[in-house]
């Protein structure tokens, strides 16, 4: 199998983008740390070349939307490859408009496991779809903004571009 790649740029800097012929199985900012190891995974079941796809070439027309503020849902097709417990994260926070946060504690909730916010936490760090499954907008309890794989700075931007676009709720929001 052959995966795609392709090279982004955003107002938050660098993103690279993989995809098969079907979907995208990859978008995270360049300078993320885990990207090398990621990028490994995907490579053991596939060669990893530069090029363009349908996936690729959607990703970036919606990619330039949303950071335009024009978009507010990623329709760009995604295989989301990990755990049962990820996917089931990773699809709750599918859920999440744009400009609107929910707690970690909340995502738990949502998952079935109200004790197992550290667990969607996690899930949250392994995200490989930055920005288009969207973990920046899960926070903490206290209004915090919590972590964020590619960064606090990156995430405060996202989470006050949405607002800003698409508006939405940020009660009890400390930033």
Known sequence: ??????????????????????????????????????????????????????????????????????????????????????????????????GATITYLQLAHAVGNPKSFRAVAQANGANRMAVVVPCHRVVNTNGGLGGYAAGLERKRWLLQHERTFFGGRAAGMLF
């Open 1 to 98: 199998m052959t995966l795609a790649s392709a090279r982004f740029a955003t107002p938050l800097g660098p993103m690279l983008g993989v995809a098969t012929e079907a979907a995208l199985v990859l978008l995270e900012f360049e300078e993320r740390p885990e990207l090398a190891r990621e990028l490994d995974d995907l490579a053991r079941g596939a060669a990893i070349v530069e090029g363009a796809n349908e996936p690729l070439a959607r990703l970036e027309r919606e990619l330039s939307e949303y950071f335009a503020g024009e978009l507010h849902e990623f329709q760009t097709p995604v295989e989301l490859r990990g755990t049962a417990f990820q996917r089931s994260a990773w699809l709750e926070l599918l859920k999440i408009p744009a």
